[in-house]
């Protein structure tokens, strides 16, 4: 019996380490991790003054900094995140935000911002410069835009709220912990209260994602959560955006184009108005910009300003940009150039009597974009001191010009217009329709999607264009309504109605070159103004004065009267 006592305790010895190897792998595979995550790797943190941004429920690449116990965030930033409609002047460093009434400006690197009626200290920089990178004050950025934002400390964090809505809720029913991932192996973020409220963001079989209150976003089970409602979140700012007024009329407007190309052509204005009817507004080509530090030449003149208020119609004239001499991008990129511009415009415009500005800035590059929106702004703000109402320009939306800012000149601007012509040009080597019905929906379709419609004017081309294909080779005249209608009968073209373009339609061989016309006529233009009306636009302008028959102006005015 003595010889079995060692191999009965040795089997003893190995059932117990045995069974504690597997009481060992049962304990480990099932019991909580107490491994903590590294909060700096989980915010993506790399240098000390690095602050992780948290937006609304959504933790950002984007990281702010914190200089001299302020949080800044990048300009571009801001501008994504907050508010587009600051604006930088890198040329004379100015940091400017235009609110309906006031351009505000600060220099770069300053405490001080400027207003109409003086200087204001902000106590600490408003923007400061760090690798080449500029930094706004979130501080500075509050006083114009609605949001929240807490500061947390270890790591450096900011919640950042720009949106107050409902959140469900949940109270947390047993000390635990919120992890990293859903899983009781995974990392601890943060170690949780009974007691404390966490936000649900998304609930599953067994794990929930939620929020804490210093916004750390993990996981914790099902199990320990209770009492779950909803509450409304609720802003701590009490800013409120400001209100941009704008002068509407009561009626649709009816803008007629006047080409003036000299002071003499001010002389023109009584026989190119005799046969109109219903224009309620005349746009004069008074004014183009000739250099790039904001001169221009002017043709503005009282006595026609006398004379058209004197038929009823209301007197904007046309700055233009169509110099080769003037470089857009480098204009407007200096803010002593726009004030220069807005400045002597107003001036030249309340000095005739007229009664507003409308801006016809074309082939603008995508560099010169937020300078030229910025002008409008600045422009807009003196107009509206003024009583003077201001129009801008657009082509028909393109990919190609999103950098002309339709949504902001529909919040600042009186009136948007809809060059609703030009489909086919003649230099684009392409013979076609000059507005087809599809085209002209299709602008103002697309402006309606960020300009409201009682903003918006469709213009209308007063004009055909001849086109002429002699083998490869494409051209085209342009000609008046009268004019092309003359083309057509005197070279014996017959024309039929197309459906699609709602155009009439025609073609002929003549000497070896192939012609085609697509008329601008009443037909057309009825067309165009019917679909107008269903989208309730606020008007209607025509390039361009001279170029019509004298019977389209019935049937404007029967579009007028609806």
Not at 72 to 82: K, T
Not at 83 to 88: G, K, L, Q, S, V
Not at 232 to 253: L, M
Not at 259 to 271: C, S, V, W
Request: aromatic share 12%; net charge negative.
């Amino acid at each position: 019996m003595k010889k079995f006592i060692p191999t009965l305790i040795a089997i003893i010895l190995i059932i117990l380490i045995g069974g504690g190897i597997v009481v060992s792998q049962y304990i480990e595979k099932y019991s909580y991790s107490k491994e903590k995550q590294d909060l700096n790797e989980y915010f993506g943190i790399e240098a000390a003054d690095d602050v992780a941004i948290i937006l609304q429920d959504n933790k950002l690449d984007t990281k702010a900094k914190l200089i001299e116990g302020s949080v800044y965030l990048d300009f571009d930033s801001v501008s994504e995140l907050l508010n587009d409609r600051f604006y930088i002047d890198r040329n004379e460093n100015w940091l400017i935000y235009t609110t309906p009434d006031d351009v505000i400006k600060s220099k770069l690197g300053e405490n001080t911002y400027y207003v109409s009626n003086g200087e204001v200290d902000f106590t600490k920089p408003i923007t400061v410069l760090k690798n080449e990178t500029i930094y706004v004050s979130l501080d500075y950025v509050a006083k114009f835009t609605k949001f929240d934002y807490t500061l947390f400390e270890d790591p450096l964090r900011i919640q950042l709220d720009t949106t107050w809505e409902e959140q469900t809720v949940a109270t947390v029913n047993k000390d635990n912990a919120v992890r990293y991932k859903g899983g009781i192996k995974s990392p601890i973020l943060r170690e949780v209260n009974k007691g404390e409220t966490v936000v649900i963001l998304d609930k599953m079989d067994t794990w929930t994602k939620v929020k804490t209150d210093d916004s750390l976003m993990g996981y914790i089970e099902n199990k320990f959560l209770e009492n779950e409602t909803t509450v409304q979140k609720v802003a701590k700012t009490d800013f409120e955006e400001p209100q941009y007024s704008s002068i509407h009329r009561d009626y649709k407007i009816n803008l007629a184009w006047h080409a003036i190309y000299t002071k003499a052509g001010n002389d023109t204005f009584d026989e190119y108005t005799a046969k109109t009817k219903g224009i309620n507004v005349i746009s004069p080509t008074w004014f183009s910009l000739t250099d790039n530090t904001g001169n221009y030449t002017s043709f503005a003149d009282s006595d026609y300003v006398a004379k058209a208020h004197s038929k009823g119609m209301e007197v904007w004239a046309l700055l233009d940009n169509f110099s080769s001499d003037v470089n857009t991008a480098e204009l407007m990129s200096y803010t002593s150039n726009r004030e220069k511009l807005v400045n002597n415009l107003v001036n030249d415009l309340l000095m005739v009597g007229a009664d507003g500005i409308n801006l016809d800035f074309e082939q603008i590059s995508y560099e010169a974009g937020e300078h030229y929106v910025q002008f409008i702004r600045e422009m807009s703000v003196a107009c509206r001191a003024n009583g003077l109402v201001l129009s801008v320009d657009n082509y028909v939306p393109r990919e190609s010009t999103t950098h002309y800012n339709r949504k902001e000149q529909g919040v600042v601007a009186d009136y948007v217009i809809i060059m609703g012509y030009d489909e086919h040009w003649g230099s684009g080597g392409v013979a076609g329709s000059v507005a087809s019905l599809p085209y002209v929906l299709d602008g103002i379709e697309q402006t309606l999607k960020d300009v409201p419609s009682e903003k918006v004017i469709n213009a209308i081309p007063f004009y055909t264009r001849v086109w002429k294909t002699n083998g490869g080779d494409v051209s085209c005249d342009t000609l008046g309504m009268v004019d092309a209608i003359d083309f057509v009968k005197e070279n014996g073209i017959e024309t039929t109605w197309d459906e699609e373009c709602c155009q009439n339609y025609g073609e002929k061989t003549m000497n070896g070159i192939d012609y085609q016309v697509w008329l601008e006529d009443n037909e057309s233009i009825a067309a165009k103004l019917s679909v107008m009306d269903s989208h309730n636009l606020a008007g209607v302008a025509e390039w361009k004065l001279g170029f019509e028959n004298s019977s389209v102006w019935d049937v404007i005015a029967a579009y007028l009267a609806k």
